[in-house]
């Protein structure tokens, strides 16, 4: 079984401030990770993706987000929030034998302040 | 090349109605999958389609929940009859096959049960 944990279902961040969100799974074996975003009455789109290449991840956007095993943690950064970056981001995890199924974690809604 | 497709995007009905969501996958996408996604929390997989066969519903509430993908393109959800707790958000979701792990989303169909 594999679960995600999301750290923090409201985040507020300033424009320009550094933002980011916490992501923690457990697995059995080896996990697929991602990031998606979804803005008001849309559906998700994806920022991000690891799967078992290079450990830090580039997305779209100017999202990043490191993978790191000892931790068991997928933190999502972006090093300078945009008023544009306000919206619900959902961590999510899958196996190689779970047929693409993705857990989501609860997801976590950002608000950019001026 | 076009999204994935869904109507409604909004319907509203009374408890113990039914009602029946319409997905059209991208084009070339074997698997489908349908996810609930209830105010405040992350989606959760109902059930998950390769080609026309089910591959995954362990999450479906089969007694009053179902769906088809005939022909292996298009997929219907339908609920009869439906409950308060399926107000929700019924999300489509598409990818080329069950190894191709990035899954493109539908806009979406928020159902209120009143």
């Known amino acids: 079984a594999q679960s995600v944990t999301q750290l923090g279902s409201h985040v507020s961040v300033s424009e320009g401030a550094l933002v980011l969100l916490r992501c923690n799974y457990s697995?059995?074996?080896?996990?697929?990770l991602f990031w998606y975003v979804q803005y008001p009455n849309q559906g998700l789109q994806l920022l991000l993706k690891y799967t078992s290449a290079a450990t830090l991840v580039k997305g779209i956007n100017g999202f990043e987000a490191e993978f790191k095993k000892s931790e068991t943690s997928f933190h999502l950064t972006k090093p300078s929030a945009h008023m544009s970056d306000a919206a619900e981001y959902f961590c999510?995890?899958?196996?190689?034998?779970?047929?693409?199924?993705?857990?989501f974690g609860a997801g976590t809604q950002v608000v950019v302040t001026p | 090349e076009a999204g994935v497709a869904q109507s409604p995007r909004y319907k509203i009905i009374e408890k113990r109605q039914s009602v029946a969501f319409w997905c059209n996958p991208i084009?070339?996408?074997?698997?489908l999958y349908w996810y609930q996604q209830i105010l405040g929390q992350g989606p959760k997989l109902l059930i998950q389609f390769q080609n026309n066969g089910v591959v995954d519903d362990s999450q479906l509430p089969k007694d009053r929940f179902s769906a088809e993908r005939l022909k292996g393109v298009d997929s219907t959800l339908k609920i009869q009859p439906a409950k308060l707790e399926d107000s929700a958000v019924y999300l489509c979701?598409?990818?080329?096959?069950?190894?191709?792990?990035?899954?493109?989303f539908g806009p979406g169909t928020r159902l209120t049960v009143t």
């Open positions: 999510a995890v899958t196996r190689t034998d779970s047929w693409g199924k993705l857990q």
């Open positions: 979701a598409s990818s080329f096959s069950t190894s191709e792990y990035e899954q493109y």
């Open positions: 697995s059995s074996v080896p996990p697929y």
């Open positions: 084009s070339g996408h074997a698997t």
